[in-house]
């Protein structure tokens, strides 16, 4: 994937586009990259639409700012809006999955002129833009779902134990709360394994050092809807995100269509492209959300 630099929010975002017509913005969680949709951006170029995806910063050729406050989830919204503005484009559909979905559902509400549709993979809204509470709630009464995150925030540990194995590390990552093992080649692996071991893991870890800061910056947020015609994809067999977390979302999404994708894991659009790429374009084909 050819990837070009742009000058954005006093970064540069490395980027991946193809195609013309309508804009649709492709956004990455963790830990992956921009080639997470290298099934959606070819699939979406023939149908018609203009495929951009890039690497959040911190990730692959992209910056990688040294201060944790750089991830903070407002400078994340800044970059999607950003990019917008350097391409020139007045709106775009946004598409995210896992920390990608976050920086979506917060820029659908913190700047709902530049975003036409949403698309959210896995990761539902329900009234909290900023995807995590606080750390003291997750100790309190989600560690058991979220310790991970609690993990996380200790600078350097995750570091160190993904420089001692990153193979190790990264497998254990990805085939861990998959489907299917085999979703991922072992070329798709080599690229995803280089790059974090080219960039390290201080920039991806970056946003979820920033979740109490989140919670704290969006709390004006709180139980603002959804006003665009969105799409949630959810995948049958997420642990982490289970299908069962959508429900009654239009308690705050009241334009809403769900798709419930089959046999997959967390890593949705790389374990069933062709179920996510119909979704997609049936949805982004539609006049109303209705499919």
């Not at 990837?3 to 649709?24: F, K, W």
């Not at 700047?111 to 959210?120: A, N, Y």
């Not at 299908?243 to 374990?271: C, F, K, N, Y």
Request: aromatic letters at 10%; one cysteine or more; proline letters at 7%.
């Amino acid at each position: 994937m050819d990837r070009t630099l742009h000058a954005v929010n006093g970064i540069q975002l490395a980027t991946v586009e193809e195609g013309s017509g309508d804009p649709v913005i492709m956004i990455h969680g963790f830990p992956e990259l921009a080639y997470s949709w290298r099934h959606q951006i070819p699939a979406l170029t023939a149908a018609g639409f203009r495929s951009i995806a890039y690497d959040q910063r911190g990730y692959g050729a992209s910056s990688k700012p040294e201060d944790v406050d750089a991830y903070a989830l407002t400078n994340l919204v800044a970059d999607a809006v950003g990019l917008l503005d350097v391409l020139g484009l007045e709106r775009a559909t946004f598409v995210g999955h896992d920390w990608g979905s976050i920086v979506v559902w917060s820029t659908a509400l913190m700047h709902p002129d530049r975003v036409e549709k949403v698309v959210s993979l896995n990761v539902p809204y329900r009234g909290w833009c900023a995807g995590f509470p606080s750390t003291e709630v997750i100790r309190d009464k989600l560690a058991d779902r979220f310790g991970y995150v609690l993990a996380f925030q200790e600078p350097g540990a995750t570091e160190a134990a993904f420089e001692a194995d990153p193979d190790a590390w990264l497998r254990t990552m990805y085939l861990g709360i998959a489907a299917d093992p085999e979703f991922m080649t072992n070329d798709d692996f080599a690229v995803y394994r280089d790059a974090f071991v080219a960039g390290g893991l201080f920039g991806p870890l970056g946003p979820y050092r920033n979740i109490d800061a989140n919670a704290a910056a969006t709390q004006y947020l709180g139980n603002a809807p959804i006003i665009q015609p969105t799409l949630m994809i959810t995948a049958d067999r997420d642990p982490i995100l289970p299908p069962m977390l959508a429900t009654g979302m239009e308690r705050w999404v009241p334009d809403l269509t769900v798709i419930d994708v089959s046999h997959s894991g967390h890593w949705t659009q790389q374990e069933q492209p062709h179920q996510v790429n119909e979704a997609l374009t049936n949805f982004l084909r539609s006049e109303t959300s209705e499919l």
